[in-house]
């Protein structure tokens, strides 16, 4: 069985894909460009590294976890309907996810 990410390694991966600081992700910016990633983050602790809401609220600036369930809801919609998924959303997920990958997550 592999291991899982940990958070901190999924924040990494997603930040270098896309564009983001690590710092961005876990701060209070809720534009566009920070907040897509930081719901990636969300999505990806959750689906791939199994953390609690709670978990990833308090590693994500301390935050309250309805707006983790928010994200990771969100994230999860925009992945369900992937044929109207932007280029850029899909290939920065992919990204993410191969870095993860490489670091023998």
Do not use: N
């Not at 270098?16 to 920070?34: D, F, H, N, Q, S």
């Not at 590693?59 to 109207?84: C, N, Q, Y």
């Amino acid at each position: 069985m592999t291991a899982r990410p940990t958070i901190g390694t999924i924040k990494q991966a997603v930040a270098e894909a896309c564009g983001v600081t690590v710092e961005e992700l876990e701060g209070p910016r809720r534009a566009r460009p920070i907040a897509w990633p930081r719901q990636m983050a969300y999505w990806m602790c959750r689906h791939r590294a199994g953390r609690s809401y709670g978990e990833i609220a308090w590693a994500f600036g301390r935050r309250d976890h309805t707006t983790v369930i928010h994200g990771v809801r969100a994230f999860g919609a925009r992945l369900s309907l992937k044929s109207h998924i932007g280029a850029e959303t899909a290939e920065a997920k992919d990204a993410a996810e191969k870095r993860l990958a490489g670091e023998g997550a």
